[in-house]
């Protein structure tokens, strides 16, 4: 049976801390177009992706224009534009600068062998996690192989696991500022029932879903911290309803997790 991950997540929005007087509209402008693309992975035309990013036609010309002189931006069989290579090179230097990425890689290995299941890591930003490594299992689709993808921290066992970690009222603050929309019909969307997972997690030490990103997925996730209430991501391990129950895959696999994920922590 094939598994995707638990769900897609909007890119958050622009961080705190910055000072406004030091913000440049047309950078902005500029990652506005390439971002454009995560809702819409598909080559644009240049009037599409005006659309897309919020701006008009001229302005989306020349930005265009120039990430496709930086490699920024390619043309798609079809004339349109896609992303190009070059943003492969800086997911590479963002991967090969993480030092919690470098300590991860043979841990994460060995956790793969010993699981024979999906193992991934995921790092928490916020309203969103997103997978940093994606070590695949025998049976996967071809979103769940790919780094870099976002999913909701409320609707994820990752950012419960994460979640878990944060005092009471950090919880409150995300779950009210998510969009919780279903990813699929068995998704928690309610504050109460997630506050019930939230809370499982820290009585356990890991978080679990079931089938509420994928139908016929189970995944189970626990907390990587950088220290008490600072949670940097999670370690994941997903299976197949077709080969586990609930119970028999949280037995088997929660200990695996579980010690992965403090061999990271610290």
């Given at each position: 049976?094939?598994?995707?991950?638990?769900?897609?997540?909007?890119?958050?929005?622009?961080?705190?801390?910055?000072?406004?007087r030091l913000f440049l509209q047309s950078v902005a402008r500029?990652?506005?177009?390439?971002?454009?693309?995560?809702?819409?992975?598909?080559?644009?035309?240049?009037?599409?992706?005006?659309?897309?990013?919020?701006?008009?036609?001229?302005?989306?010309?020349?930005?265009?224009?120039?990430?496709?002189?930086?490699g920024y931006l390619e043309r798609g069989r079809d004339g349109?534009?896609?992303?190009?290579?070059?943003?492969?090179?800086?997911?590479?230097?963002?991967?090969?600068?993480?030092?919690?990425?470098?300590?991860?890689?043979?841990?994460?290995?060995?956790?793969?062998?010993?699981?024979?299941?999906?193992?991934?890591?995921?790092?928490?930003?916020?309203?969103?996690?997103?997978?940093?490594?994606?070590?695949?299992?025998?049976?996967?689709?071809?979103?769940?192989?790919?780094?870099?993808?976002?999913?909701?921290?409320?609707?994820?066992?990752?950012?419960?696991?994460?979640?878990?970690?944060?005092?009471?009222?950090?919880?409150?603050?995300?779950?009210?500022?998510?969009?919780?929309?279903?990813?699929?019909?068995?998704?928690?969307?309610?504050?109460?029932?997630?506050?019930?997972?939230?809370?499982?997690?820290?009585?356990?030490?890991?978080?679990?879903?079931?089938?509420?990103?994928?139908?016929?997925?189970?995944?189970?996730?626990?907390?990587?911290?950088?220290?008490?209430?600072?949670?940097?991501?999670?370690?994941?391990?997903?299976?197949?309803?077709?080969?586990?129950?609930?119970?028999?895959?949280?037995?088997?696999?929660?200990?695996?997790?579980?010690?992965?994920?403090?061999?990271?922590?610290?």
């Open positions: 049976m094939g598994m995707d991950d638990e769900g897609d997540g909007e890119a958050p929005p622009r961080s705190g801390g910055v000072d406004d500029a990652l506005d177009v390439l971002e454009a693309f995560a809702a819409s992975p598909r080559p644009m035309s240049l009037g599409e992706l005006a659309q897309a990013a919020g701006t008009n036609k001229s302005a989306a010309q020349r930005i265009a224009q120039t990430l496709l002189s930086r349109g534009l896609v992303p190009g290579r070059r943003i492969l090179d800086r997911s590479f230097d963002y991967l090969r600068a993480n030092p919690l990425i470098e300590r991860a890689m043979p841990v994460l290995v060995e956790l793969r062998k010993a699981a024979n299941e999906r193992v991934d890591l995921s790092l928490f930003d916020d309203l969103t996690t997103i997978y940093a490594v994606r070590l695949q299992s025998k049976r996967e689709t071809f979103y769940a192989t790919l780094a870099g993808r976002r999913v909701p921290t409320f609707a994820s066992s990752g950012g419960r696991a994460c979640l878990a970690q944060l005092p009471d009222e950090a919880v409150d603050d995300i779950l009210a500022r998510s969009d919780r929309k279903p990813l699929t019909p068995k998704t928690l969307l309610e504050p109460a029932r997630i506050w019930r997972k939230v809370k499982e997690a820290r009585r356990d030490g890991y978080a679990y879903a079931t089938e509420e990103a994928l139908i016929g997925e189970v995944v189970l996730s626990a907390a990587v911290l950088a220290g008490p209430g600072r949670p940097l991501g999670a370690v994941h391990i997903a299976g197949s309803l077709s080969e586990w129950t609930p119970d028999e895959f949280r037995k088997r696999f929660a200990p695996l997790a579980i010690e992965a994920a403090r061999a990271l922590s610290g």
